[in-house]
């Protein structure tokens, strides 16, 4: 298939050819990466037609190694760098038509960004690289974003970060922290941030009218679905605003 899924799981005749697992067994393999992952999000997956398990005659899903790693890749470019279902299923089709030479391996299994760049950590459309449950104390944010206790006080004072009962942090404050040192090397204060958090509430408002329906549902795959759509939500957004923000200095820049 590719250089990183052959590393993680046979090719798809491989696949075929050893014992097929049950939609229980795939799940079991992948939370030990992916703990949130529920049947129902495998199941949602499959009617967005990431993923074709065989069916037995009963009707029940089996699922080889090669669906597994085409799960990998789709739940990783979700948690990695939110990108939208769109992006992932274009990916994946492009590299299914990849032609593969003898001595010539298709490339790597490497989610990219809607306009063909890698996503990373400092830009595009990454997201925490951890899970959405993970957590730090205050102390670890400290250390790992290299803000003060002071900076943190005040960020948490304009309502840039907050914290969870008794005093925990997510991942997305780690980010948040992170980018709040990286624009004070350039002389901006947490007090010139104020307009980040107002407009990224008035987004918040937009966008909940949105997703509310879908989320109030008991249906976990209504559930799964708004899940999606807020990703997807985020990602459009980040672009955006990034495109403005471009326009709008090219002037500056004299381009």
Request: proline share 6%.
């Given at each position: 298939m590719n250089e990183r899924a052959a590393a993680a799981a046979p090719t798809a005749a491989a696949g075929r050819a050893q014992p097929l697992m049950s939609i229980g067994e795939v799940l079991a393999q992948l939370r030990v990466e992916f703990p949130d992952t529920t049947i129902s999000k495998l199941r949602f997956l499959e009617a967005e037609g990431l993923v074709e398990p065989q069916r037995t005659p009963a009707g029940y899903r089996k699922y080889s190694w090669e669906d597994v790693a085409r799960l990998r890749f789709v739940l990783t470019a979700q948690r990695d760098q939110y990108l939208p279902l769109r992006v992932i299923r274009e990916q994946l089709a492009g590299l299914e038509h990849e032609p593969e030479s003898p001595g010539r391996q298709r490339p790597a299994l490497v989610a990219v960004g809607p306009a063909g760049e890698v996503p990373g950590r400092d830009g595009g459309l990454a997201g925490p690289v951890e899970s959405a449950d993970s957590r730090v104390n205050r102390a670890d944010l400290v250390a790992r974003t290299g803000i003060d206790d002071v900076t943190l006080?005040?960020?948490?004072?304009?309502?840039?970060?907050?914290?969870?009962?008794?005093?925990?942090?997510?991942?997305?404050?780690?980010?948040i922290a992170q980018a709040v040192a990286g624009l004070a090397a350039y002389g901006l204060e947490p007090r010139h941030l104020r307009a980040f958090r107002t407009a990224a509430d008035r987004e918040v408002g937009l966008f909940e009218q949105l997703i509310a329906p879908l989320a109030r549902q008991n249906d976990p795959a209504a559930r799964a679905r708004a899940a999606e759509v807020a990703r997807e939500l985020v990602g459009?957004?980040?672009?955006?605003?990034?495109?403005?923000?471009?326009v709008g200095l090219r002037s500056v820049l004299g381009r």
């Open positions: 006080t005040e960020l948490e004072r304009l309502g840039l970060i907050v914290s969870r009962p008794p005093g925990w942090y997510d991942l997305d404050a780690v980010v459009l957004s980040q672009q955006l605003h990034a495109a403005l923000v471009r």
